[in-house]
């Protein structure tokens, strides 16, 4: 796909716990997780529509 391989995803992850430290790895996934699962959940809601009455758009004019 990208034409990344295992030695080239490996060196990847090398870079990465020299950066993060490896006892920030499980921080750093468990919070992409959950911004990739609360993404997932505001995509698939659907917004309900809102109703207007005409009492809430003019109350002076109440009968």
Not at 33 to 54: C, M, R, Y
């Amino acid at each position: 796909m990208f034409g990344l391989g295992m030695p080239e995803l490996i060196v990847i992850l090398v870079i990465i716990v020299i950066i993060f430290g490896a006892g920030k790895l499980p921080e750093i996934g468990s919070g992409i997780g959950k911004g990739i699962k609360n993404f997932k959940d505001a995509t698939k809601k659907e917004e309900k529509p809102k109703k207007i009455d005409s009492e809430e758009e003019n109350p002076d004019n109440k009968a």
